[in-house]
């Protein structure tokens, strides 16, 4: 008989004979949609932050400026709408032929223009160039003459007109003009008022040149000032030949901001005689006629969209330039 073979007792280690597993299975790659890094809270927030100035913008300078232009081929005097009457450019050629304080008032605008870029201007270089050198107390001087940029120019005007006060006031004091019989009249003489009130709007024009230039004179490449030492360039030459011609960039934003500040000025002038006895301007006539015992509106605007027109012949074409510049950048 054959032997029949004895069994191997299984071990542990061997899995039990039976079916084989299946293999373990990869699992599907499930497909996730952007995750939204902003909530829903985070989302009404930031609608609000940006749609409030928005609609604000919109509303106080868009829709305003709008209406000013379509008021001033209008005649009314603000009370109800259905008073509102066509004219055409009735108001425009009264503004540009019979009124006598038009003309004026342009004048003046440009000599406050002239005045401006004249005297503060370079003065504004002149300290921006000096604090540049990194003298002693430099933050200190930089404080004390751009602290008239922050004040407001109605508190500019009254502090100014303590100064031309012709009884008590500083420079008649000095000068010995304040005595009956004496006194110079800085505010209400037509002959001297103007030219008080650009004096005013001069010492708080500088501190801002100051400001705008002392930035442009931050980007100038250091390397370029050592290698004009190196030739044997002054440091007048080195300004002329190398560091001005840098600033070109800063003299375009420097003569566009001056000519903003010719077109809007008022707070100085309204707060010392309301644009009267030979400060006329054009900001003064347009609140004088709108919100003034005249309540010409329509006349008002004909004066605003004037003053617009001015203005964005100084802004567009800066703009343009400004774009054409960042397109080649």
């Given at each position: 008989?054959?032997?029949?073979?004895?069994?191997?007792?299984?071990?542990?280690?061997?899995?039990?004979?039976?079916?084989?597993?299946?293999?373990?299975?990869?699992?599907?790659?499930?497909?996730?949609?952007?995750?939204?890094?902003?909530?829903?809270?985070?989302?009404?927030?930031?609608?609000?932050?940006?749609?409030?100035?928005?609609?604000?913008?919109?509303?106080?300078?868009?829709l305003t400026a709008l209406a000013s232009i379509?008021?001033?081929?209008?005649?009314?005097?603000?009370?109800?709408?259905?008073?509102?009457?066509?004219?055409?450019?009735?108001?425009?050629?009264?503004?540009?032929?019979?009124?006598?304080?038009?003309?004026?008032?342009?004048?003046?605008?440009?000599?406050?223009?002239?005045?401006?870029?004249?005297?503060?201007?370079?003065?504004?270089?002149?300290?921006?160039?000096?604090?540049?050198?990194?003298?002693?107390?430099?933050?200190?001087?930089?404080?004390?003459?751009?602290?008239?940029?922050?004040?407001?120019?109605?508190?500019?005007?009254?502090?100014?007109?303590?100064v031309y006060n012709p009884d008590t006031g500083?420079?008649?004091?000095?000068?010995?003009?304040?005595?009956?019989?004496?006194?110079i009249d800085w505010i209400g003489d037509p002959?001297?008022?103007?030219?008080?009130?650009?004096?005013?709007?001069?010492?708080?024009?500088?501190?801002?040149?100051?400001?705008?230039?002392?930035?442009?004179?931050?980007?100038?490449?250091?390397?370029?000032?050592?290698?004009?030492?190196?030739?044997?360039?002054?440091?007048?030459?080195?300004?002329?030949?190398?560091?001005?011609?840098?600033?070109?960039?800063?003299?375009?934003?420097?003569?566009?901001?001056?000519?903003?500040?010719?077109?809007?000025?008022?707070?100085?002038?309204?707060?010392?005689?309301?644009?009267?006895?030979?400060?006329?301007?054009?900001?003064?006539?347009?609140?004088?006629?709108?919100?003034?015992?005249?309540?010409?509106?329509?006349?008002?605007?004909?004066?605003?969209?004037?003053?617009?027109?001015?203005?964005?012949?100084?802004?567009?074409?800066?703009?343009?330039?400004?774009?054409?510049?960042?397109?080649?950048?």
């Open positions: 008989m054959t032997a029949t073979p004895a069994k191997v007792p299984e071990t542990a280690d061997e899995p039990a004979p039976g079916p084989a597993p299946a293999p373990a299975s990869t699992p599907a790659k499930v497909p996730h949609g952007h995750k939204r890094l902003l909530t829903r809270r985070d989302r009404l927030t930031l609608g609000l932050m940006a749609g409030v100035p928005t609609i604000l913008h919109v509303a106080l300078v868009w379509a008021l001033a081929f209008t005649t009314w005097d603000g009370i109800g709408f259905d008073s509102i009457t066509w004219v055409g450019l009735q108001n425009f050629r009264e503004l540009f032929t019979s009124n006598p304080q038009f003309w004026p008032a342009v004048e003046h605008n440009v000599v406050w223009f002239v005045v401006l870029i004249l005297l503060p201007t370079p003065f504004g270089l002149f300290l921006a160039v000096q604090l540049d050198k990194r003298i002693r107390f430099s933050r200190v001087y930089q404080t004390a003459f751009f602290l008239p940029v922050v004040v407001s120019m109605a508190v500019i005007g009254f502090v100014w007109q303590l500083l420079i008649n004091s000095l000068i010995g003009a304040n005595k009956p019989g004496h006194y002959d001297l008022n103007l030219w008080a009130i650009l004096v005013a709007a001069s010492w708080r024009h500088a501190g801002y040149m100051m400001i705008l230039y002392l930035a442009g004179l931050k980007g100038v490449d250091p390397a370029l000032r050592e290698a004009s030492a190196l030739d044997g360039a002054g440091e007048w030459q080195t300004f002329k030949n190398v560091v001005f011609p840098t600033l070109r960039p800063t003299n375009t934003v420097v003569l566009v901001v001056t000519i903003i500040e010719a077109l809007r000025a008022f707070d100085l002038v309204f707060v010392f005689n309301k644009g009267a006895q030979g400060t006329e301007l054009l900001s003064i006539l347009v609140t004088n006629n709108i919100i003034g015992e005249s309540s010409r509106i329509g006349y008002g605007s004909a004066i605003a969209v004037v003053l617009l027109v001015i203005s964005l012949a100084v802004i567009i074409p800066y703009l343009i330039a400004t774009f054409r510049k960042e397109r080649r950048a």
